[in-house]
DNA sequence: TTGATCGTTCGATCGCCACCGAATTGTGTG
DNA sequence: CACACAATTCGGTGGCGATCGAACGATCAA
């Protein structure tokens, strides 16, 4: 089998919406089981057998065994860049008539593997980079010395030791970059640890609570409506 | 339609070995028309039209009429993007017994859009680090006082003023990054005005010439079989 | 052991779509 | 104008795969 058909094959199996709705409900890197997934996939136990056979023949999803449940997760966080560059392709929705309420939490706030994405992780972007925090391009960006001093302060300082903390991920509803490497896995933790954002139990929106209302004002001058 | 759905239909448009065979074909950048395209996904041009006319109207392709021919190309570098991660993902062929050679050419060396690729991108990039050019991480890299004077010497230097020059990009023959971004793009673009490479009539890849097989193990000790 | 829950396998149905050839439209050439 | 060529449209065919319910094996709790 050449290449391209491999790809084929892989793109095909992104290319049923079961398929692909179980696969996005394991993008937040959680294990799930076949019957939540089932459920996920809004299809039968059945179905949803199948279709989790055949992504863990692909190697899209790996899979672990505990009692007489079976844990599935993505394969490798390739498997998650994948699905948010196809997202980044099919472009967010072109203006609905009335926005669905679930798709507008994740548009606010969610979580893209280990970092915040949605309109949350793209204004704390652009407050970073406004203040002169961070220095980003489009492929690549850097802490200012300046930067460091105030992640300091903010308790969300990466690891030292390399010099790059940081790569723009193209948000899929914004059409804008977020901060994503060490630097957002960083500064994620530090608002959850915060209190200032909690994740949802079956979703990967993050709900920001009312101390993080008033922290992403205080801190970020981030008022999002 | 939700955003998963719409990430779904994009997908199954790459789940087609023909419309796989178009996308791939215009990889690099270049504009086909539909006989060509015909021709690369080895099905009828009747039956191409078709493929070429869903993948106009969902902003995969973007088209533009000459006379009578048409000539179709990538709407967007997103839509490159997206095929290099799914590749990614798909992985390299699980050692074949005979390889092929079309594909052997590819991994050999190969552009990624403006850089390079293949067995020629990931040596290239180990050279430069090894020698404390450059400095890569997972998600992000810079180049060294060094590595500046170096790449001037080489005649390769990105323009200035951006301090952040380079993003690996993960090969999808190799399974390990090689440098894009601005810096990657500059080198692609100096071994071509040397003569140290050649790019190929019909394919992405590109051939080394018997200067660039001299000039690259003198220059970074690399030296392909 | 019995019952309950999780997950897979099997068989059958049904719809979608890739494919081709022939006919058609549009455009440049002799 | 007649002809050649590019590209699309149309009608018909065939096959792959998504889906479900029912039956079955596996595991844990009482």
Redesign the interface.
């Known amino acids: 089998?050449?290449?391209?058909?491999?790809?084929?094959?892989?793109?095909?199996?992104?290319?049923?919406?079961a398929?692909?709705?179980i696969l996005?409900a394991l993008m937040d890197g959680r294990a799930l089981t076949a019957k939540e997934l089932a459920f996920a996939a809004r299809v039968s136990p059945s179905t949803t057998s199948g279709h989790l056979a055949r992504l863990t023949d692909a190697?899209?999803l790996a899979v672990e065994q505990q009692g007489r449940h079976r844990y599935f997760r993505l394969a490798?966080p390739?498997?998650g860049?994948?699905?948010e560059?196809?997202?980044?392709?099919?472009?967010?929705?072109p203006r609905p008539a009335v926005a669905?309420k679930g798709?507008e939490a994740?548009r606010t706030a969610r979580t893209c593997y280990d970092h915040l994405a949605g309109r949350l992780g793209v204004a704390l972007t652009d407050a970073l980079t406004h203040a002169g925090h961070v220095?980003l391009?489009h492929?690549?960006?850097?802490v200012t010395d300046q930067g460091h001093a105030f992640l300091h302060a903010f308790g969300a300082e990466p690891a030292a030791g390399?010099?790059?903390?940081?790569?723009p991920c193209?948000d899929?509803?914004e059409r804008r970059p977020h901060i994503?490497?060490?630097l957002g896995a960083a500064l994620a933790e530090r608002c959850l640890n915060l209190g200032w954002i909690a994740r949802q139990r079956d979703s990967r929106a993050v709900t920001i609570t009312p101390a993080g209302t008033d922290g992403f004002r205080a801190t970020f001058d981030i008022d999002l409506h």
Do not use: Y
């Open positions: 089998m050449s290449d391209i058909t491999r790809m084929a094959s892989v793109a095909a199996l992104l290319g049923d919406p398929r692909a709705n996005t190697e899209l490798s390739l498997v860049h994948m699905l560059s196809v997202m980044a392709v099919a472009g967010p929705e669905w798709g994740l220095a391009t492929d690549g960006g850097e390399k010099r790059v903390f940081c790569r193209l899929w509803s994503a490497g060490r």
